[in-house]
């Protein structure tokens, strides 16, 4: 069993910071050997890729729209992935989801909400003018 959750979302005002992080719960199984990634999805928005980060953290990617401003990383002792989000704009409101890869050890990092097997429930972020 898997299950993700989603933590640190909230109010901010533009040019603003917030640290999301995606843990995996108590007794379930660990994300270690599994691509992580955040996608968001803001209101009447399709969901879209927010970035990756593979497996062993050897490379990350991003979306154009949030490149250079926000960065993930991962602790896989502490079973968390954390989305460093600086520089926040208005756009940047939505609710925000990790996701687990579906296959373990990829070579890449996949965008596609299908290529990912397990969500959490998501964490809003608000980003005030």
């Known amino acids: 069993q898997v299950q993700l959750v989603e933590s640190g979302g909230g109010l901010v005002q533009a040019g603003g910071s917030l640290t999301l992080t995606c843990a995996a719960s108590?007794?379930?199984?660990?994300?270690?050997?599994?691509?992580m990634a955040w996608f968001r999805q803001a209101p009447g928005k399709d969901r879209e890729f927010v970035g990756g980060?593979?497996?062993?953290?050897?490379?990350?990617k991003y979306a154009d729209s949030v490149k250079d401003r926000f960065t993930i990383s991962r602790d896989d002792a502490k079973s968390t992935v954390t989305l460093q989000m600086n520089s926040l704009k208005p756009d940047d409101t939505a609710v925000y989801y990790c996701?687990?890869?579906?296959?373990?050890?990829?070579?890449?990092?996949?965008?596609?909400?299908?290529?990912?097997?397990?969500w959490g429930q998501g964490t809003q972020v608000t980003v005030s003018s």
């Open positions: 996701a687990r890869d579906r296959q373990r050890r990829r070579s890449w990092i996949f965008s596609e909400s299908a290529s990912h097997a397990y």
């Open positions: 108590k007794g379930s199984i660990a994300n270690y050997n599994y691509g």
């Open positions: 980060i593979k497996w062993d953290a050897g490379s990350t």
